[in-house]
Structure formats: structure tokens, C-alpha cells
């Protein structure tokens, strides 16, 4: 069973940066996508950053200029970096891959706490 597994997160101050990485466990193929999303509590699930099999990327408008998404498709790998972190930032952050044949696959999250 194909498990993407995430790394990177923690409590940071406001103002900090964390770097949210993820790969699979094994190889799942022709991926179309890779991306984050992350949900607050009381919140729905929400989508972060998201880059593309032709290294096209997508942020959330909260997110942009603060956030860089990068990752090698081919090997099932994708990274997050995050600055200047805001209170509002927190959440657990999950990390998806998307195949060309619409499979999804989710990382079980990690949390990401900004906190003084």
C-alpha cells in the first residue's frame, strides 16, 4: 500500500519558517500533481500550494510571497517552505499526490503549530 509519508512540521514563532517535505513510500506512477493542503480546527480542508507535472505552481492567496512549493514529480517527492509564519498559519498540513488517471493519495498530516 503506496503511503506518502510528511516530515518538516513543529511550533515556530510568528515571523519563523518551517519546511514541510513528503515522499512516497514506494513508486505510484505517472503523477499529475503533487501538493499541500492543511486544515484548522473547525475549519475545511484547504489547499496551500500545488505544483503540476510541467513544474506549473499554485498558492493560496494567503499564502503567496510567503510560500515556495518545489519537488521532483519523477520521484514522488515535494517540499514546502514556509516564512514569515503567522498564528493563522496553524493547522495540520497534508500532503496530496494526484495520478494522470485521477488516483489521489493523502499523507496521514503534520501539524504545524505558530506560536509565541
Known amino acids: 500500500q503506496v503511503q506518502l509519508v510528511e516530515s518538516g512540521g513543529g511550533l515556530v514563532q510568528p515571523g519563523g519558517s518551517l519546511r514541510l517535505s513528503c515522499a512516497a513510500s514506494?513508486?505510484?506512477?505517472?503523477?499529475?500533481?503533487m501538493g499541500w493542503y492543511r486544515q484548522a480546527p473547525g475549519k475545511q480542508r484547504e489547499l496551500v500550494a500545488s505544483?503540476?507535472?510541467?513544474?506549473?505552481?499554485n498558492y493560496a492567496d494567503s499564502v503567496k510571497g510567503r510560500s515556495t512549493i518545489s519537488g521532483d514529480l519523477a520521484r514522488n517527492t515535494v517540499y514546502l517552505q514556509m516564512n514569515s509564519l503567522k498564528p493563522e498559519d496553524t493547522a495540520v498540513y497534508y500532503c496530496n499526490a494526484v495520478l494522470y488517471s485521477a488516483v489521489a493519495y493523502w499523507g496521514q498530516g503534520t501539524q504545524v503549530t505558530v506560536s509565541s
Open positions: 505544483i503540476r507535472s510541467d513544474s506549473r505552481t
Open positions: 514506494r513508486n505510484i506512477g505517472s503523477l499529475y500533481a
